[in-house]
Protein backbone atom coordinates (compact mmCIF):
# COMPACT_ATOMS: atom_id res chain seq x y z
CA UNK A 1 0.00 0.00 0.00
CA UNK A 2 1.08 3.49 -0.70
CA UNK A 3 2.17 5.28 2.22
CA UNK A 4 4.53 8.49 3.43
CA UNK A 5 6.30 8.89 6.28
CA UNK A 6 7.63 11.78 8.16
CA UNK A 7 9.93 11.04 11.01
CA UNK A 8 10.08 14.37 12.85
CA UNK A 9 6.77 15.71 14.00
CA UNK A 10 8.35 18.81 15.08
CA UNK A 11 11.67 20.54 13.91
CA UNK A 12 13.50 23.97 15.32
CA UNK A 13 16.37 25.87 13.97
CA UNK A 14 17.96 29.04 14.18
CA UNK A 15 17.39 32.13 12.04
CA UNK A 16 19.82 31.77 8.94
CA UNK A 17 20.59 27.95 9.72
CA UNK A 18 20.05 24.97 7.12
CA UNK A 19 17.34 22.95 6.99
CA UNK A 20 16.63 19.16 5.61
CA UNK A 21 13.17 17.87 6.49
CA UNK A 22 12.69 14.12 5.45
CA UNK A 23 10.42 12.23 4.08
CA UNK A 24 10.14 8.73 2.99
CA UNK A 25 7.41 6.99 0.99
CA UNK A 26 6.04 3.18 -0.30
CA UNK A 27 4.92 3.12 -3.70
CA UNK A 28 5.52 0.36 -6.08
CA UNK A 29 6.01 2.26 -9.56
CA UNK A 30 8.09 5.61 -10.02
CA UNK A 31 5.82 7.93 -7.97
CA UNK A 32 4.45 11.24 -8.32
CA UNK A 33 6.01 13.32 -5.29
CA UNK A 34 5.54 16.53 -3.80
CA UNK A 35 6.59 18.96 -0.90
CA UNK A 36 3.47 21.62 0.77
CA UNK A 37 3.67 23.80 3.15
CA UNK A 38 0.92 25.70 5.37
CA UNK A 39 1.37 28.43 7.60
CA UNK A 40 -1.16 28.81 10.27
CA UNK A 41 -4.91 29.25 9.97
CA UNK A 42 -4.12 28.79 5.62
CA UNK A 43 -4.48 26.30 2.78
CA UNK A 44 -1.79 24.27 1.72
CA UNK A 45 0.73 25.64 -1.06
CA UNK A 46 3.01 23.32 -3.41
CA UNK A 47 6.29 24.30 -2.57
CA UNK A 48 7.89 22.12 -5.53
CA UNK A 49 7.06 18.53 -7.37
CA UNK A 50 9.06 15.39 -8.76
CA UNK A 51 7.84 13.84 -11.96
CA UNK A 52 10.68 12.41 -13.58
CA UNK A 53 14.15 13.35 -14.88
CA UNK A 54 16.23 15.28 -12.58
CA UNK A 55 16.67 13.94 -9.26
CA UNK A 56 17.28 17.52 -8.00
CA UNK A 57 14.21 19.66 -8.36
CA UNK A 58 13.94 23.82 -7.36
CA UNK A 59 10.58 24.68 -5.76
CA UNK A 60 9.55 28.41 -4.54
CA UNK A 61 11.43 30.22 -1.65
CA UNK A 62 14.55 29.08 -2.23
CA UNK A 63 13.50 25.21 -0.95
CA UNK A 64 14.91 22.29 -3.31
CA UNK A 65 14.55 18.82 -3.03
CA UNK A 66 16.29 15.67 -4.19
CA UNK A 67 14.62 12.13 -5.21
CA UNK A 68 16.75 8.75 -4.20
CA UNK A 69 14.83 6.00 -5.01
CA UNK A 70 17.53 3.63 -3.72
CA UNK A 71 15.89 4.79 -0.27
CA UNK A 72 12.07 6.23 -1.08
CA UNK A 73 13.17 9.25 0.12
CA UNK A 74 12.22 12.92 -0.92
CA UNK A 75 13.85 15.15 1.47
CA UNK A 76 13.20 18.83 1.51
CA UNK A 77 16.39 21.27 1.94
CA UNK A 78 17.12 25.02 2.55
CA UNK A 79 20.84 26.12 2.74
CA UNK A 80 19.51 29.37 5.31
CA UNK A 81 15.94 29.20 7.15
CA UNK A 82 14.18 32.65 7.41
CA UNK A 83 11.79 33.00 10.21
CA UNK A 84 9.03 33.61 7.79
CA UNK A 85 9.36 29.80 6.79
CA UNK A 86 7.85 28.77 10.46
CA UNK A 87 4.92 26.92 8.88
CA UNK A 88 4.51 23.04 8.65
CA UNK A 89 5.16 20.98 5.77
CA UNK A 90 3.88 17.77 3.85
CA UNK A 91 5.13 15.37 1.60
CA UNK A 92 3.05 13.50 -0.52
CA UNK A 93 2.97 10.71 -2.68
CA UNK A 94 0.85 11.22 -5.55
CA UNK A 95 -0.49 8.45 -8.39
CA UNK A 96 -2.88 8.84 -11.60
CA UNK A 97 -5.34 6.60 -11.44
CA UNK A 98 -8.22 6.73 -14.19
CA UNK A 99 -7.60 10.37 -14.86
CA UNK A 100 -7.15 11.33 -11.34
CA UNK A 101 -5.11 12.17 -8.82
CA UNK A 102 -4.82 10.00 -5.90
CA UNK A 103 -2.62 12.25 -3.16
CA UNK A 104 -1.80 10.09 0.34
CA UNK A 105 0.21 12.59 2.95
CA UNK A 106 2.46 12.02 5.42
CA UNK A 107 1.37 13.79 8.95
CA UNK A 108 3.61 16.69 8.76
CA UNK A 109 6.58 18.43 10.46
CA UNK A 110 6.53 21.27 11.94
CA UNK A 111 9.03 23.25 11.71
CA UNK A 112 10.06 26.82 14.06
CA UNK A 113 12.24 29.13 13.81
CA UNK A 114 14.46 30.52 16.33
CA UNK A 115 15.74 34.67 15.93
CA UNK B 1 -8.59 34.12 -10.44
CA UNK B 2 -9.74 32.81 -7.34
CA UNK B 3 -8.92 29.13 -7.34
CA UNK B 4 -10.44 27.16 -5.14
CA UNK B 5 -12.62 29.02 -2.93
CA UNK B 6 -14.51 26.97 0.44
CA UNK B 7 -17.36 28.38 2.63
CA UNK B 8 -18.04 28.61 4.76
CA UNK B 9 -14.50 29.85 6.84
CA UNK B 10 -15.61 28.61 10.31
CA UNK B 11 -18.46 26.71 11.81
CA UNK B 12 -19.12 25.45 15.57
CA UNK B 13 -22.12 22.49 15.21
CA UNK B 14 -24.07 20.72 17.79
CA UNK B 15 -24.29 17.10 17.85
CA UNK B 16 -26.70 16.19 15.90
CA UNK B 17 -27.02 18.81 13.60
CA UNK B 18 -26.74 18.75 10.04
CA UNK B 19 -24.60 20.92 7.65
CA UNK B 20 -23.24 21.63 4.49
CA UNK B 21 -19.42 22.94 3.08
CA UNK B 22 -19.54 24.29 0.09
CA UNK B 23 -16.72 23.95 -2.62
CA UNK B 24 -15.97 25.74 -5.63
CA UNK B 25 -13.18 25.75 -8.18
CA UNK B 26 -12.75 28.39 -11.40
CA UNK B 27 -9.65 26.38 -12.91
CA UNK B 28 -11.78 24.01 -15.35
CA UNK B 29 -10.34 20.53 -12.97
CA UNK B 30 -12.20 17.60 -13.42
CA UNK B 31 -11.11 15.81 -10.40
CA UNK B 32 -12.19 17.37 -6.96
CA UNK B 33 -11.35 16.02 -3.48
CA UNK B 34 -12.33 16.52 0.36
CA UNK B 35 -9.84 15.88 2.96
CA UNK B 36 -9.93 16.21 6.73
CA UNK B 37 -6.70 17.61 8.38
CA UNK B 38 -6.34 16.14 12.24
CA UNK B 39 -3.18 17.06 14.31
CA UNK B 40 -0.37 14.43 14.00
CA UNK B 41 -2.35 13.10 11.07
CA UNK B 42 -1.79 14.78 8.41
CA UNK B 43 -4.38 15.29 5.38
CA UNK B 44 -6.79 12.35 5.06
CA UNK B 45 -9.21 11.88 1.91
CA UNK B 46 -12.84 11.77 3.02
CA UNK B 47 -14.52 11.58 -0.86
CA UNK B 48 -13.17 12.34 -4.34
CA UNK B 49 -15.43 13.24 -7.76
CA UNK B 50 -12.77 11.74 -10.80
CA UNK B 51 -15.36 13.45 -12.92
CA UNK B 52 -18.36 15.38 -13.30
CA UNK B 53 -21.02 13.24 -12.41
CA UNK B 54 -19.19 10.82 -10.34
CA UNK B 55 -18.21 10.40 -6.52
CA UNK B 56 -15.90 7.69 -4.60
CA UNK B 57 -15.34 6.86 -1.09
CA UNK B 58 -11.95 7.76 0.25
CA UNK B 59 -9.78 6.33 3.47
CA UNK B 60 -12.68 7.76 6.03
CA UNK B 61 -16.07 8.69 4.32
CA UNK B 62 -18.11 7.46 7.40
CA UNK B 63 -20.70 9.79 8.69
CA UNK B 64 -20.26 11.99 5.77
CA UNK B 65 -21.96 12.43 2.14
CA UNK B 66 -20.97 14.46 -1.48
CA UNK B 67 -22.61 15.90 -4.29
CA UNK B 68 -20.71 16.87 -7.35
CA UNK B 69 -23.10 19.44 -8.58
CA UNK B 70 -21.51 20.43 -11.65
CA UNK B 71 -17.99 20.22 -12.65
CA UNK B 72 -16.91 23.61 -10.78
CA UNK B 73 -18.73 22.55 -7.40
CA UNK B 74 -18.52 19.86 -4.80
CA UNK B 75 -20.01 19.90 -1.64
CA UNK B 76 -19.20 17.89 1.46
CA UNK B 77 -22.58 17.27 3.85
CA UNK B 78 -22.53 16.26 7.47
CA UNK B 79 -26.28 14.77 8.03
CA UNK B 80 -25.42 14.10 11.90
CA UNK B 81 -22.52 15.91 13.02
CA UNK B 82 -20.56 13.94 15.82
CA UNK B 83 -17.51 15.56 18.22
CA UNK B 84 -15.50 13.28 16.45
CA UNK B 85 -15.76 15.22 13.31
CA UNK B 86 -14.03 18.23 14.32
CA UNK B 87 -11.41 19.17 12.23
CA UNK B 88 -10.46 21.55 9.71
CA UNK B 89 -11.63 20.69 5.86
CA UNK B 90 -9.74 20.97 2.83
CA UNK B 91 -11.13 20.73 -0.47
CA UNK B 92 -9.12 20.38 -3.38
CA UNK B 93 -9.01 20.06 -6.99
CA UNK B 94 -6.64 18.82 -10.27
CA UNK B 95 -6.90 18.85 -13.70
CA UNK B 96 -7.29 15.94 -16.40
CA UNK B 97 -4.04 14.11 -16.46
CA UNK B 98 -2.07 15.71 -14.02
CA UNK B 99 -0.74 15.41 -10.46
CA UNK B 100 -0.63 18.59 -8.77
CA UNK B 101 -3.42 19.39 -6.31
CA UNK B 102 -4.94 23.17 -5.81
CA UNK B 103 -6.77 23.75 -2.23
CA UNK B 104 -8.87 26.29 -0.92
CA UNK B 105 -8.00 27.76 2.39
CA UNK B 106 -10.25 25.24 4.74
CA UNK B 107 -13.11 25.29 6.93
CA UNK B 108 -12.80 25.05 10.52
CA UNK B 109 -15.82 22.80 11.81
CA UNK B 110 -16.00 22.50 15.59
CA UNK B 111 -18.93 20.08 16.78
CA UNK B 112 -19.69 20.44 20.52
Known amino acids: AQSVTQPDIHITVSEGASLELRCNYS??????LFWYVQSPGQGLQLLLK??????LVQGIKGFEAEFKRSQSSFNLRKPSVHWSDAAEYFC?????????????FGAGTRLAVHP | NAGVTQTPKFQVLKTGQSMTLQCAQD?????MYWYRQDPGMGLRLIYY???????DKGEVPNGYNVSRLNKREFSLRLESAAPSQTSVYFC???????????FGQGTRLTVV
Open chain 2, 92 to 102: ASTGRGTTEAF
Open chain 1, 27 to 32: YGATPY
Open chain 1, 50 to 55: YFSGDT
Open chain 1, 92 to 104: AVGALSGGYNKLI
Open chain 2, 27 to 31: MNHNS
Open chain 2, 49 to 55: SASEGTT
